[in-house]
């Protein structure tokens, strides 16, 4: 990997934490879907996770490049307005690191 993904998913989440504050929907894609609930940004992540699906089996890069973008800045959107960060995403993903699945899985039953 050529940049590190955290500078990119950092700096997106410090854009994203401005317009959610300044709550300005005239002018912010962000602040415009948040003014319409929770709901709607968990409605949209949802449609842009089909929308990778359907890229991904088509096997078209470019495409699945793009939804998968639109996938994370959804995501994104969605963690930021439920008052969580990346961080938090990345320390449970690290704390999972050599984990085995199966393992993970049984430790929680
Ligand atoms: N990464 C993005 C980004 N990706 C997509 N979009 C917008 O997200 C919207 C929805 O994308 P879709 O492809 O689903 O478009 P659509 O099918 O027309 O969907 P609908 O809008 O009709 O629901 C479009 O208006 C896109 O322009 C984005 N808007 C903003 N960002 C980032 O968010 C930052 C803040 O943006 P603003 O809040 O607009 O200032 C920007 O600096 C960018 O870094």
Do not use: C, N
Request: glycine letters at 10%; a negative charge; aromatic letters at 2%.
């Amino acid at each position: 990997m050529s940049k590190a993904i955290g500078d990119t998913l950092g700096r997106l989440e410090a854009v994203i934490h401005d317009r959610l504050a300044a709550g300005e929907s005239d002018t912010s894609y962000v602040a415009s879907l948040a003014a319409k609930g929770r709901g709607k940004i968990a409605q949209k992540l949802g449609e842009e996770a089909v929308e990778a699906v359907i890229a991904a089996v088509s096997e078209d890069d470019p495409e699945l490049i793009g939804e998968a973008s639109d996938l994370i800045f959804h995501l994104s959107i969605l963690i930021a307005e439920r008052g969580l960060t990346w961080d938090m995403i990345a320390a449970e993903l690290d704390r999972r690191d050599g984990t085995s699945g199966h393992v993970e899985k049984a430790s929680r039953q």
